[in-house]
């Protein structure tokens, strides 16, 4: 079992509230951290169940920059191109899928998701694996690679997916001291759950830009008003900033800061507070999903989000990713209960008649 290193990081934090880690840190001490993780993840009032990464790989800009363009670029495309794009066998957990989730009690069409697993196009489980889970066990779907306007789609999902998911794994390498003493099969490894499974699957996310006769945002403008308060079904979800983006008929395409101070992510805290959480262009996000609230008997909560408008979105979207990682749908996350039928429960709830809820 592994140990508590010797040289324990000092915990820092970001403007926000939010723990900040160093990559290079997670990378040669990684159980140096372990009173940052308490401090991100942890049961106490003020914890908001996420953690930042920064001083990572001068690559990582470049990498989030080029696929969040291809996120914008697809939405743009015409939508019988976009919808030969959408699954329903898997019930939308790969491809392009758009006004299919129920969020609130209704579709949800301010936002449009491409999904797919960065890590293994096809997983190598059984027939009956595969038909009784087409959400995780299906085929990647890309678009053609001559499709205009996107070419390039697969290569950078890829690329980015893959960075997101190398550091996910590692920073579970530096959770598993604190997630053992809290999961209730004490012997399992947060880390190998992550990076042996073959459900991991990253959704590309396009928020459309607010409909030109919405009201304008007033400041009692809900919280969640782009996108609902839930939380990740995962073990861990990673996510990359936000990109914003303003274009109109008249003007092409740029990136703008956040439309208002008040957009963004928001985070309710353990102790029930609501807190906005802003992720700076070169780092990660990690926050705690509902596998492992489950897995750990609600010892580690899952962290409830949303997202916000906020005043001066027009023509504005937002493009961002995030990467689920997750256990293999056998993994037992409850009392007597498997990752895949907790799932299919919460698919229930999203889809009518079924689908993803991530």
Known sequence: MATI???????????????????????????????SIEQAFGSHPKS??????KDLPQEYPK??????????????????????????????SFGWSHGKEIMNGKPDTL??????????????????????????????????????????????????????????CQLATACQPFASAHLTDSSVSLSHLI??????????????????????????????SWCGFHVDHSLLTGLCSA????????????????????????????????????????CLAFQTGEALQLATAGRLRATPHC???????????RETLALFMQPDVDMLVGEGTTFGEFSKRVFEEHYEGGGASM
């Open 195 to 224: 990076s042996s499974s073959q459900t991991t699957k990253a959704r590309l996310l396009h928020y459309f830009p607010p409909p030109a006769d919405a009201p304008a945002p007033s400041e009692d403008e809900p919280i969640d």
């Open 307 to 317: 997202v916000r408008v906020g005043g001066g979105a027009e023509d504005v979207s």
């Open 243 to 282: 990109m914003f983006v303003h274009s109109t008929p008249s003007s092409p395409p740029k990136i703008v800061p956040p439309p208002s101070p008040t957009s963004g992510l928001y985070i309710r805290t353990r102790g029930q507070d609501l807190t906005k959480v802003s992720i700076p262009p070169d």
């Open 48 to 53: 908001l169940g996420i953690i930042i990464v």
């Open 111 to 168: 936002k449009g998701s491409y999904y797919a697993n960065p890590v293994v196009d096809e997983p190598t489980v059984s027939p009956v694996l595969r038909e009784a889970y087409p959400e995780y066990y299906g085929k990647n779907i890309w678009p053609e690679r001559n499709e205009k306007g996107v070419e390039g789609f697969e290569d950078s999902f890829k690329a980015l997916g893959r960075f997101v998911f190398t550091v996910g």
């Open 63 to 92: 990498l989030r920059e080029n696929l969040l363009w291809q996120a914008y670029k697809f939405a743009h495309l015409p939508e019988d191109v976009r919808e030969k794009y959408a699954d329903s066998r898997s019930r939308y």
């Open 5 to 35: 290193s010797k040289h324990t990081q000092p915990v820092t934090y970001t403007a926000d509230g939010a723990v900040s880690i160093s990559y290079p840190a997670l990378v040669s001490d990684p159980l140096s951290l372990s009173e």
